[in-house]
C-alpha cells in the first residue's frame, strides 16, 4: 500500500507539472544573463535559501532538545544537513530515513528519533497555517486572487480538515511512541524554539522565491508577503504528497500557479522553475557542509580518544 502511494503520488505530481508546462512553457521570459541585477538576484535568492537549511538544522537540533538530547550542536544540525539531499529519491520518505540512520548512528534511542520527527511534521505544518493566515489577513487581496476560481468556503473547510486531522494522527502516533518509550518526561517548554525556528525558515524561503521573481520579472507586483504565503502553502504541500521526490512537481506548480496571478503564469512558471534549480543547489551546498561537520567532529572524538 505504502508503496503503491508512493508511485500514484510521483505520477499525479509529474501529471500536475506537466500540464502547466504544456500551457505556459511557451510564455516563459528568457533570462537577462547579461543583467548585474538580474544576478544579484538569483545570488539572493540562494544565499537566503542556504541560510534557511541552517535554520531547518538548528529548529530539528532544538526539536531533539526537547526530549533531553545531549548531542553536540554540529553533531545533531548536521543529521539534517546530510540527509536533506535524500528527499530527491523517488517515495519522499528517504531523507526521513537517512536523518533516523544518523541520528540512531550518533547514539539517540529510536523512540526520541521517531517523536522528534513526528514533533517536527507538527511544528512545520502549524508554523505554516499561522504564517499563511497572518499573511492573508494582512493582504486581503491575495483571498480574492486565490479564490477566484476556487470556492473560498471550500477552500477553509478543506484546510481545516486536513490540519486537524494531520494534528490528530500526530499526538496519536506521539501517543502510541511515549507508551513504548517508557512514558519519558518532556519539556513541552521547549517546544516553543523550533516552532518559531521553522516560522523564521519559512519567511527566509519566502523572500528567497521573491528574490528570483524579481530576477525573472522585475517589474510585477508580487510583494514579499505574497511570494512567503504562495511558497510555504506550495512547500507543505508537496512535504505531504506521498511520493513526490523533494516535492518535486507539486511544489514547483503551486508555486508557479500562485505567481502567475500576479506576474502572469509564463514569468511565475520560470521563477519555480528557477528556484528549483536554486533549491537543488542549495541542498547540494548543506550536504557538503554536513558531511564536513561530521567529519570535524568524528576526528575531534578520535585526537580526545
Known sequence: MAAALRYIGTAAALIFIGVILVRHAGDMPVFDLGSGSTWLALSGGYTLYFLSQIVGAAAWRATLNIHHTALPRARAESQLLVSQIGKYIPGNVAHLLGRFGLARAD?????????????????????????VGVLLLIKPDFIAAITTNVPETWLNRSAVMIFFA?????????????????????????????????????????????????????????????CTAIFTTAWV?????PGAPGGVGIRDGIIALGLGLFIGQGAGLGAAAAHRVISVLGDVSVFGLGLVLRRNRRNEVQKSA
Open 166 to 226: 494531520l494534528l490528530a494522527g500526530i499526538a496519536i502516533g506521539q501517543f502510541l511512541i511515549w507508551r513504548k518509550a517508557g512514558k519519558p518526561k518532556l519539556v513541552f517548554s521547549k517546544c516553543v524554539a523550533p516552532l518559531l525556528l521553522h516560522g523564521f525558515n519559512f519567511m527566509l524561503l519566502g523572500v528567497s522565491l521573491w528574490c528570483v521573481a524579481r530576477a525573472i520579472h522585475s517589474e510585477g507586483d508580487v510583494s514579499l508577503l505574497q
Open 107 to 131: 547514539g539517540v534511542q529510536s523512540a526520541v528519533i521517531a517523536s522528534s520527527l513526528l514533533l517536527e511534521v507538527g511544528f512545520l505544518v502549524t508554523s505554516s497555517v499561522l504564517i
Open 237 to 241: 504541500t508537496g512535504f505531504l504528497i
